[in-house]
C-alpha cells in the first residue's frame, strides 16, 4: 500500500484488506520510485489511486487504474483504464474480463486473417467472383464483431468475477 495518508489510517486500512506492506506519508516522487523498483525486481506493476498524487505512480506502472467517481481529472486522464464503480473489490473481475478482452482479439485476428488469407489464395489461384470477395470479407467482419459481443453478455463478467474469486483464492502468482 503506497500512499500520502498518515502511517495510522493506512496501517488500519491495510490490515482491512490483508496487506502487509505498507508505505504511508508518501509523496507522489516516493510512489513512483517504489513502483520503479518492483519492476527492477522484475515485477509488473499494478497500481490503483484516484488523486492527482497518484498520477505518476499511475503513468509509472505497467498498469494504471483509476478510480473514477472520486478520482481527480489528471488521474483519469493518466490511467490505463478506469473503473466507473468506486469499490475495489471490482478489481480482480476487471482485470480477468480484460484477459479475456485480449484474448477474444487474438481470436478475432486469427479468424480475419485467415479469411483473408483464403480470398487471396482462391483469388490467384483462379477465378474468385467479386461478389463472392466482398461477401467473404464482409463476412469475415460479422463474424469478427459478433465475437467480440461475447464480451457484452453478463455470462462473460460473471466468469470474469469467478476467474478472478478463484485466483485470489489460490494466492498471489510469482
Known sequence: LLTGDNPRAAARLAADVGITDVRAGLLPQDKVAAVRAWERAGRRVLV?????????????????????RAGSDLALETADAVIVRDELATVPAVVALSRRARGLVVQNLVIAGAFIAGLVIWDLAGTLP???GVLGHEGSTVLVGLNGLRLLREAAWQRAAATAAATSTAGPAS
Open 130 to 132: 467479386l461478389p463472392l
Open 48 to 68: 490503483i489511486g484516484d488523486g492527482i498524487n497518484d498520477a505518476p505512480a499511475l503513468a509509472a506502472a505497467h498498469t494504471g487504474i483509476a478510480m473514477g
